[in-house]
């Protein structure tokens, strides 16, 4: 019973993982960069992007520690 339930929120985090690392903004802008005003990047974007990163590290650690204890079988 437990496995199972741990087994089911193993996938969820992964799901959520994916969804989260798919809607960070990428690094590098390109050629787009250079013609972006220098004042948009002092906006409410970098909270976002750092509430992001928090979220994406907190499920990477969650999937890592279920993946570790699922497949250790420590559970039964």
């Not at 339930?5 to 992964?14: K, P, T």
């Not at 005003?37 to 992007?49: D, K, L, N, P």
């Not at 509430?51 to 990477?60: G, M, Q, V």
């Amino acid at each position: 019973m437990v496995t199972s339930v741990l087994s089911w929120v193993w996938i969820g985090s992964g799901v959520l993982l994916i969804i989260s690392v798919l809607l960070h903004s990428p690094k590098g802008d390109g050629m787009g960069g250079l013609a972006a005003s220098g004042g948009s990047m002092f906006t409410s974007a970098r909270s976002a992007e750092a509430t992001l990163n928090r979220i994406s590290w907190t499920l990477l650690a969650i999937f890592l520690g279920l993946a570790v204890v699922l497949s250790a079988g420590w559970l039964g």
